[in-house]
């Protein structure tokens, strides 16, 4: 049921801004995406969510394409703490169950 | 501490059994939500309850039910247990809806999941 494509894994320089894509080509309009982010077995961690503007917190960036159907999520510097698996999920516009795909797993690198 | 709180954090039975996993909100969230984590699976979604009465099902074998109390604390029971049943069991919880507010941006918080072996 999950709406979005991600990259299966990606590595990063520690300190370097880490850029997690996502694909959600199908959105509908009042859909918002959100990031998740889930450390080794841990409960997963939410990030950041936006439906059209940009959006920014102490964690990361989130940056919507003009046409929605695309993002990106932006932790400016990452550090090792930020190795996890990233889930990019569209929320199901007629309830408010979340669906998890496969995520990307992102690697911090000494 | 995420503010919701499962117990227990791990649990190892046998084949056949029946087991009860615990869930405690977040203080004033009226909604609950399980999920379950194979290895090979990814989370899938279970169920949800608002407020005591089910909302949304999801991927739950019929051997699985879920309830959700007064207080707002929700119990996940699995029996007739299978060894493809071992997994990592997750409850959330969000700040409150109204019936039918389906376009809230509101995030869950998780727990930090039961850990259920089958042996």
Partial sequence: ?110 | DSGVTQTPKHLITATGQRVTLRCSPRSGDLSVYWYQQSLDQGLQFLIQYYNGEERAKGNILERFSAQQFPDLHSELNLSSLELGDSALYFCASSVPLSPGQGDSNYGYTFGSGTRLTVV
């Fill in chain 1, 1 to 110: 049921d999950a709406k979005t494509t991600q990259p299966p894994s990606m590595d990063c320089a520690e300190g370097r801004a880490a850029n997690l894509p996502c694909n959600h080509s199908t959105i509908s309009g009042n859909e918002y995406v959100y990031w998740y982010r889930q450390i080794h077995s841990q409960g997963p961690q939410y990030i950041i969510h936006g439906l059209k503007n940009n959006e920014t917190n102490e964690m990361a960036s989130l940056i919507i394409t003009e046409d929605r159907k695309s993002s990106t999520l932006i932790l400016p510097h990452a550090t090792l703490r930020d190795t996890a698996v990233y889930y990019c999920i569209v929320r199901v516009k007629a309830g408010n169950q979340f669906y998890f795909g496969t995520g990307t797993s992102l690697t911090v690198i000494p």
